[in-house]
């Protein structure tokens, strides 16, 4: 049977032939798109399994960002690798050794640099998850800060230490960002890649991790309920009268809260108060980490829930400090206290006595619920 010539073709694969040809024929011309970039992050079924990722963690005023492991630098607007260099006490020949880029080379804003060596950390150290945190070094900052408001101290910074990965020769940003499985926009974003999302070899990334996700409240539908339809009341039988509520009466509320006057041994609040007294300071984010509860010199302090003591610690002027680890990494702190009467390690039980009111004048009980590092006002765990 002879081959068929192109004549001899049915017209309508003659048409696709040639289509096709006129296909590979433009990819020639302006570069074939392997990616399927215009097609947002990639043509690739990876897409749907890529997490939503955190947002890249704060540097400090020199542009530094300090992780366990290593540590890198962030470009600002207008620098180049050795006005980096620098600001950040690196010479320049080393940065640009080990990142393979001249010493000159401009660089992007938001850029990250890997640093060949550690500098000085800030005052807080390098990033570390909220697990680890250094609990008798953060409930000590913690309780400077209440007693001095005016005080600048820098936040602590927690959160999981990405994968710094090298770009090897051939790789782009969307292989990469398929490679661990983000969207090749947090890998951008992550680090300063720019509109064009170039990356060269040697190039080192910080691949972007995985945001903390809410839970989810599961929606349970009885039977006949959901998406059916509830049926209306029948027009036959009449609807029952209905009888306004009476209105309650508003008591004049207190100068200041007493939270014992109205407790009981039965409270179904997810924290006893741990004296019985009136709150002479409440809580103000960003100016008090907690609330002052006034009490007599030697009155009794429990523990505000189950736990385990976390840490015993002093402040600047040796004021004890106790905090202790509750389930769900929620935290409480107790300071102005004296007599402690449990240690470290120990497991406590709500209304347990751990310490007495420290004397003053007045003499008060501070006291703090942290969710992780945040501080958070009591009274929602206290009501």
């Not at 769900?328 to 039980?349: F, P, W």
Request: glycine share 8%; proline share 9%.
């Amino acid at each position: 049977m002879p081959f068929p010539t192109p004549n001899s073709r049915p017209l309508s694969l003659r048409l696709t032939l040639m289509g096709s040809a006129l296909i590979l024929l433009s990819a020639c011309e302006t570069g074939f798109d392997l990616d399927m970039r215009r097609f947002g992050d990639g043509f690739n079924t990876s897409q749907a399994t890529q997490t939503v990722t955190a947002e890249r963690p704060r540097p400090d005023a020199r542009g530094i960002i300090s992780y366990p492991n290593y540590q890198v630098a962030v470009a600002r607007r207008g620098d180049t690798l050795a006005s980096l260099a620098a600001r950040i006490g690196v010479p320049a020949a080393d940065l640009a050794r080990f990142n393979g880029i001249p010493t000159d080379a401009a660089l992007r804003k938001n850029e990250l640099v890997a640093l060949p060596r550690r500098v000085s950390e800030t005052a807080t150290g390098p990033i570390q998850p909220a697990d680890t945190i250094d609990i008798t070094t953060l409930a000590g900052d913690a309780i400077d800060r209440a007693g001095s408001p005016s005080a600048t101290q820098p936040a602590v910074q927690t959160g999981e230490e990405p994968v710094r990965h090298q770009v090897a020769r051939g790789e782009t940003a969307y292989s990469i960002a398929r490679l661990y499985g983000v969207s090749v926009r947090a890998l951008a974003d992550w680090n300063g890649l720019g509109a064009a999302l170039t990356v060269r070899e040697g190039q080192y990334l910080l691949i972007p991790v995985k945001a903390e996700e809410q839970p989810r409240q599961a929606a349970v539908s009885t039977p006949g309920q959901g998406s059916t339809t509830p049926t209306p009341p029948s027009a036959a039988k009449p609807l029952p009268d209905e009888v306004p509520a009476a209105a309650a009466t508003s008591p004049d509320k207190p100068d200041s809260p007493d939270l014992a006057g109205t407790r009981t041994a039965a409270s179904a609040s997810r924290m006893a108060l741990p004296v019985a007294g009136k709150i002479i300071r409440a809580f103000a984010k960003g100016k008090t980490d907690g609330i002052d509860i006034s009490a007599s010199a030697g009155t009794r302090v429990n523990a505000a829930a189950n736990g385990t003591v976390a840490a015993i610690t002093r402040d600047t002027d040796q004021v004890p400090i106790l905090v202790i680890r509750h389930p769900n990494n929620v935290l409480t702190v107790y300071a102005n206290i004296d007599n402690i009467a449990v240690k470290k390690g120990d497991t406590v039980k709500r209304g347990q006595k751990i310490a007495t009111v420290r004397a003053g004048e007045p003499a008060f009980l501070h006291f703090q619920v942290r969710e992780g590092t945040t501080s958070v006002d009591p009274m929602p765990y206290l009501n």
